[in-house]
Structures are given as structure tokens and as C-alpha cells.
């Protein structure tokens, strides 16, 4: 099992940035595809952004051209820069690791847009 820990959430006004990181454990990372999803209160979690094992990336309309994903093999870390926060964006940012044989997620990370 891949373990995932995400860190970098927080409190932000909006038309802020934050930038979000998931670490992950094992040998192997360079081949999963990794995403990021999120939930806000109430409603069900949400894909934000993937990016494949080759690198290739994909968006939801609501955060294209605000947040960019990333990851770095050598650090076994994927990474979520997010600017040009909204309110709407406020949500639990989940990270998570497909790996064929499986998937994991992390434990979440809170993201509160408010001023």
C-alpha cells in the first residue's frame, strides 16, 4: 500500500495562492498516476487535477488556468499550485496515487478561502 501525505494547506484571502505537496512512500512512484481531488462541505469530492506517469495533465474547468499539478519523481512528490483562490475553492484537498494494482488516498488537507 502507497502511502500519501499531503501538507501546505491553510487560510488564504482570496485571489491568494497556496501551494499543496503530496509525498509518497515506495520504489515506484515514477509510474503511478497521481490526482488531486477535493470536498467541500456537503457535497461529493471532486477531480481537480491529474497527471499521468508521462507527465500529461488534466484539469476541471472550474480550476483551469488557476492551478497547475506537477510532481517530482526524484522526491517522490506531486505538488498542486493554486492562485487566484475563490471562496469556492474552500474544501478538504485529497491527494491520490494509482498504481494499477491498487490506489491510495491521503489523509486531506484543508483549504479555507475567506477574507
Known amino acids: 500500500q502507497v502511502q500519501l501525505v499531503e501538507s501546505g494547506g491553510g487560510l488564504v484571502q482570496p485571489g491568494g495562492s497556496l501551494r499543496l505537496s503530496c509525498a509518497a512512500s515506495?520504489?515506484?512512484?515514477?509510474?503511478?498516476?497521481m490526482g488531486w481531488y477535493r470536498q467541500a462541505p456537503g457535497k461529493q469530492r471532486e477531480l481537480v487535477a491529474v497527471i499521468s506517469s508521462a507527465g500529461s495533465t488534466n484539469y476541471a474547468d472550474s480550476v483551469k488556468g488557476r492551478f497547475t499539478v506537477s510532481r517530482d519523481n526524484a522526491k517522490t512528490t506531486v505538488f498542486l499550485q493554486m492562485n487566484s483562490l475563490k471562496p469556492e475553492d474552500t474544501a478538504v484537498y485529497y491527494c491520490h496515487a494509482d498504481y494499477g494494482l491498487g490506489s491510495s488516498w491521503g489523509q486531506g488537507t484543508q483549504v479555507t478561502v475567506s477574507s
Open positions: 515506495g520504489s515506484f512512484f515514477r509510474f503511478y498516476a
